[in-house]
């Protein structure tokens, strides 16, 4: 059974930061680059950071860049998302994805249709 469990996430006022963590199991997680996406109310899901398996990959929307750093630790199969300076636009329910290509540690993609396996999403509100 391949599961992401998410954790993190909440209310916080504008400038403030929070960090959510996506923790999965071993085979869900192992050589594997981790994303993370956020849908916003009335939007798309969008891409908002990914990073590859050994970690030395790591891409980011521009408009998160300089604010959110994605990071992983693979003894404890867990991703992080640690977001700073927090405005009203990233409201949204954020997930965590498998990018389903295993091969190449270096690899990462913001594409949506290469991540096979999600979690089940957070809430992330920021009060202006």
């Known amino acids: 059974q391949v599961q992401l469990a998410q954790s993190g996430g909440g209310l916080v006022q504008a400038g403030g930061s929070l960090r959510l963590s996506c923790a999965a199991s071993?085979?869900?997680?192992?050589?594997?680059?981790i994303g993370w996406f956020r849908q916003g109310p009335g939007k798309e899901r969008d891409f908002v950071a990914a990073?590859?398996?050994?970690?030395?990959?790591?891409y980011y929307a521009d408009s998160v860049k300089g604010r959110f750093t994605i990071s992983r630790d693979n003894a404890k199969n867990t991703v992080y998302l640690q977001m700073n300076s927090l405005t009203p636009e990233d409201t949204a329910v954020y997930y965590c994805?498998?990018?389903?290509?295993?091969?190449?540690?270096?690899?990462?993609?913001?594409?949506?249709?290469?991540?096979?396996?999600w979690g089940q999403g957070t809430q992330v509100t920021v009060s202006s």
């Open positions: 990073i590859s398996w050994s970690g030395g990959t790591t």
């Open positions: 071993g085979r869900t997680f192992g050589g594997h680059a």
């Open positions: 994805a498998r990018d389903r290509r295993i091969g190449d540690p270096n690899l990462a993609t913001r594409m949506g249709p290469e991540y096979d396996y």
